[in-house]
């Protein structure tokens, strides 16, 4: 089982950028993929971004293709959502995930996060 804990959301102008961390423990972090999911208020969750184990392969959602970039750190069992170029659409709860069964389409596996609020003010 992994544990995460997301940080670094907060409220944005329109244009603006924020960079989400999700910091994981309990097992070996370089050994499983990453991915980031948001959820809006009256919607169901949507996947953003994933990175393979080595950080050699990325995968975007088309609506953040351009202006969002995940990268991990397995020094520091940390992978980042760099988000640039924000948009009120993009205002939701977002939450990282670990060791998805599926990277390509992706599936999500067990563990999630407790969610950090992004809010993007037009």
């Known amino acids: 089982q992994v544990q995460l804990v997301e940080s670094g959301g907060g409220l944005v102008q329109a244009g603006g950028s924020l960079r989400l961390s999700c910091a994981a423990s309990g097992r070996t972090f370089s050994t499983y993929a990453m991915g980031w999911f948001r959820q809006a208020p009256g919607k169901e969750r949507e996947f953003v971004a994933a990175i393979s184990w080595s950080g050699g392969n990325t995968y975007y959602a088309d609506s953040v293709k351009g202006r969002f970039t995940i990268s991990r750190d397995n020094a520091k069992n940390t992978v980042y959502l760099q988000m640039n170029s924000l948009k009120p659409e993009d205002t939701a709860v977002y939450y990282c995930?670990?060791?998805?069964?599926?990277?390509?389409?992706?599936?999500?596996?067990?563990?999630w996060g407790q969610g950090t609020q992004v809010t993007v003010s037009s």
């Open positions: 995930n670990a060791d998805p069964i599926t990277i390509t389409n992706y599936r999500p596996g067990g563990s």
